[in-house]
């Protein structure tokens, strides 16, 4: 099958069909998305090496494990956990100590024709979302995800910092709270996204002497931390989004003066995504810059990586 | 009167004694405590000049605004708010924008004959409380606060890095708790203090591998934070207590990818402090080490900075 690999270079290559192990479904890739992380990871986050792409909706083409589940067209949670460690048992899947990660730790990634996932990942897409939205569930339930960790109501006066593909999510997402939203990014057609859903937007530097009850840092680049932590009212909250090359560094003395809290924030459930695309809460599809063949990933790594690029797809 | 007084360097000196704004009481320190904070504070932390000393118990000497406070034995919070400011109206004054915080930001401090503080500071030590426990007021609210902000029970695991002033103070405090309490240090005189409330020790070295539920960081050294960080579980908490020169710096990855909290805790409500010494639940006396008179405050600071020291108080 064709794949995009890694392995110190970016190529697109003949390589294996992945095998499926005895609790997994395979799955033919419809659509996949490029997201921050895959750009990262080429550029050596994480050690990383293999196909990336964690991003995805596709058909079950094989599973004998379950075979109610093939034609199906699905998304799939992408950490695949071992159910055994202590993690796992104190209910917390998502940071197995052993678990593998699709596209980004130790499992073949969804920027190829076909991937592996057990059935337990796998959800159901509603016919009323297209592949074009699916694609963005996971991305989407990592934005959910913080409404999971921090309450926020009409009385909240919030800033996401970075107006690229995932702070936009969140805008999408925090916009329905009632909460007073704006966006700091530096690009006009992507705070032009925020606006019209009710947002205020800034620029960083009109946002320096500001104090928000909660900061979203969602800028994709490690030192955005920083600027984030200072945007923060004292006892306020900052939820962090951004992983990648060379960490950030948060200053631990403004937190404590200020007793301030940090939230990570990584992964979310699927099944709300799912329902907040079907439920027309959320039309992510907005954010498609533009689709790739498979063959032409490197151009499509290219564009994605473009300053003020928005999402690019792959399309097997 | 006399006075410890930094002005990049640290000396003994005469000094006028404070005038009482109109809503302030005067009040005659009867015993002082040398905090880490004091110690970072003429090593350069936030610019200082003038008179530290924030713990501090003493007798109210002149109150024209609130005759019945005088000749009361007092403790006194140690923010001065403006009460107007965005930060007071939303209820919190402590974090108020303008505040002065006794000995440590524009209010001269308790390594002193007096201070002044506002009547609405002062709480009165109850009769069962020594001198030699209610100096200690601050530094247990100041350990007390970190219950009112995380939950801690019989089910946690809970480890506190350093066996100092503090982190001696907050074993106290969460002993109670029934938590599986370890203190890390690395002082066999300290740590036996912590073994007989029941908790748990061990070397820095021992605890590379662990993953607690809740880590409460107390070493006094910004890169404290690093270790501290390292050893909280997914989903954890970390708790940071700590400020001074040269700030931490903590790996935003490691709080993303593990969906980590982190809690900045500063002050506490000093109420639960001095009821939790009235009632016997706390008796932070056993880390007293020595006293020294205010003119021999110099070599009382020496002694505070020595390695292994435990609280060094001043009688003025």
């Known amino acids: 099958m064709r794949a995009v690999v890694f392995d110190g270079a970016l190529r697109v290559d003949e390589i294996d069909e992945p095998e499926p192990d005895d609790d997994e479904a395979v799955i033919k890739v419809a659509l996949a998305g490029i997201c921050g992380t895959d750009l990262e990871l080429v550029r050596g986050y994480a050690d990383f090496r293999g196909v990336p792409g964690h991003e995805m909706v596709g058909v079950v083409e094989d599973c004998e494990t379950a075979p109610q589940w093939l034609g199906r067209r699905v998304v799939g949670e992408i950490n695949v956990s071992c159910g055994r460690c202590r993690t796992c048992r104190a209910n917390l899947p998502t940071h197995c100590e052993r678990r593998s990660v699709l596209g980004i ?16 990942n796998l959800h159901e897409v509603p016919p009323s979302v297209s592949d074009e939205a699916a694609v963005f569930t996971e991305p989407l339930a990592a934005a959910l995800q913080i409404l999971q960790q921090v309450e926020i109501d009409g009385r909240d006066d919030v800033a ?19 909460c007073r939203l704006t966006v700091v990014g530096k690009h006009p057609h992507k705070l032009a996204i925020a606006q019209r859903l009710h947002a205020e937007t800034r620029l960083p530097e009109e946002v320096a002497q500001a104090r928000f009850d909660v900061v979203i840092e969602a800028t994709g680049r490690p030192e ?67 689709t790739y063949a498979l063959d032409d990933a490197i151009a499509a790594f290219e564009h994605a990586r473009r300053r003020g690029a928005l999402k690019i797809l792959l399309r097997p």
Do not use: H
């Open 105 to 120: 730790r130790g499992k073949q990634g969804a920027f190829a024709n076909f991937i592996t996932l057990p059935v337990a």
């Open 160 to 178: 996401i910092f970075g107006d690229g593909r995932l702070g936009l999510l969140v805008a999408m997402v925090l916009a329905p709270t009632g």
């Open 224 to 290: 955005g931390a920083t600027a984030a932590l200072e945007a923060v009212r004292p006892r306020g909250v900052l939820v962090l989004k951004t992983t990648g090359v060379g960490s950030g560094a948060l200053d631990t003395n403004r937190i404590v003066v200020d007793e301030i809290e940090v939230i990570g924030s990584r992964c979310g459930a699927f099944e709300p995504a799912l329902e907040a695309m079907a439920d027309r809460i959320v039309d992510p599809t907005v954010l498609i810059e533009d």
